[in-house]
């Protein structure tokens, strides 16, 4: 059974920074095509970052592009999205997001692309 574990969620002021990790584990496969989102009180799930199986493609939403970046270590079973710049309309619960690729570098955008899924963990920024 696939597992998706995220962690590094907290409070932090305007401006600060934070990095967010997660862990995929189980399955038949090493490797995803990973993925996160946000979802803050009273909206809807939004596409944050996503990273291709083989590392090589990224894609970020509008709001956070120059800001997020989002990277996988060298075995490729984890995924980290480190936040500079933060701001109070980053306040959500991030989830992290996993589905196996059609192939090795696309990049999915789209919350019924993804498979697997985590728990979640709660960022906060107060201004």
């Known amino acids: 059974q696939v597992q998706v574990v995220e962690s590094g969620g907290g409070l932090v002021q305007a401006g600060d920074s934070l990095t967010l990790s997660c862990a995929v584990s189980?399955?038949?496969?090493?490797?995803?095509?990973m993925g996160w989102f946000r979802q803050a009180p009273g909206t809807g799930r939004e596409f944050v970052a996503a990273?291709?199986?083989?590392?090589?493609?990224?894609n970020y939403a509008d709001s956070v592009k120059g800001r997020f970046t989002i990277s996988r270590d060298d075995a490729k079973t984890t995924v980290v999205l480190l936040m500079k710049g933060l701001k109070p309309e980053d306040t959500a619960v991030y989830y992290c997001?996993?589905?196996?690729?059609?192939?090795?570098?696309?990049?999915?955008?789209?919350?019924?692309?993804?498979?697997?899924w985590g728990q979640g963990t709660q960022v906060t920024v107060s201004s």
């Open positions: 189980g399955g038949a496969h090493s490797t995803y095509a």
């Open positions: 997001a996993a589905t196996l690729p059609l192939w090795i570098g696309v990049v999915y955008k789209l919350a019924h692309e993804y498979d697997y």
């Open positions: 990273i291709s199986r083989n590392g090589y493609n990224t």
